[in-house]
């Protein structure tokens, strides 16, 4: 039916696009001419509407979005035939991660130490 083809489009795209925020599948991609086809090209572009919060509230990957953003770019695309490019995208993620735990983390305890501190306070 109708319904049952929507939503396996859905789950379809959905683990599509969550795949681009991996820098190895965009060089495996890029390798195999990919990012040459016209029509993958257009299809990219069609992927955008996952930006919209409605469709972004079901990614586990936020960061595929940035990556989608920037397969819109020929420039980009052609950079990532090149392994070193997949590479150093692969470490500014995990750099990023790192930080952003880090950071989180931080912002974690210092609430945590300010409730205690208005918890004595009141007694």
Known sequence: SD????RLRFQLELEFVQCLAN??????LAQRGYF????????LK????WKEPEYAKYLKYPQCL????????EHFRKELVNAQCAKFI???????????SRKRMRLQ???T????????SVK
């Not at 820098?23 to 495996?28: A, I, S």
């Open 23 to 28: 820098p190895n599948y965009l060089n495996f």
């Open 113 to 120: 130490e300010q409730q205690q501190q208005n918890n004595t």
């Open 66 to 73: 940035h990556m989608l953003e920037l397969l819109q770019y």
């Open 46 to 49: 069609y992927l955008l509407y």
């Open 90 to 100: 692969d470490e500014q993620q995990i750099l990023h991660w790192q930080h952003y």
């Open 109 to 111: 305890q210092a609430l």
């Open 36 to 43: 040459k086809d016209k029509a993958f090209v257009n299809y």
């Open 3 to 6: 319904d049952t083809g929507n």
